[in-house]
């Protein structure tokens, strides 16, 4: 026997579960036409479930500092003129199951760009890296 611990595979394993539930969830919302109920769910149900999760976490103590209120007050503002101008645009379109071009969200904006599978796979992954990355920080 030598001193050392032995290494845990545990932090690997949900790293790889994690990773495996990510792909699936893009490889389903990639699948998924646009604007249908199933994409919503696909949107919805990780949202919640990782934002109930955030909120279990006790967040540090971090100083306040002016700097910091400058920021949160920024980011704030600017999530919520992105979020007004995205719930507006949605409000307005004639049929909520389709994209209008008269009142684009941010969705229909993308669309063009994601129209192949691939870069749909590619903008799941990436909206669920992000998503995951910023409720883990």
Known sequence: MTGKPALSMRPFRRWWMLLAVGAVLAAGGAATRPFSWPATVLVVVPGVVVSLLAFRVRPERISRTARLRRGVAVWSTLLVIASAWEMY???????????????????TLLDPALEQWPLRF??????????WWLVSR
């Open 122 to 131: 590619a903008g799941w992954l990436v909206w669920l890296g992000v998503g």
């Open 89 to 107: 645009a949605f409000v307005r379109q004639p049929d909520w199951t389709r994209a209008s071009d008269l009142h684009p969200t941010l969705s």
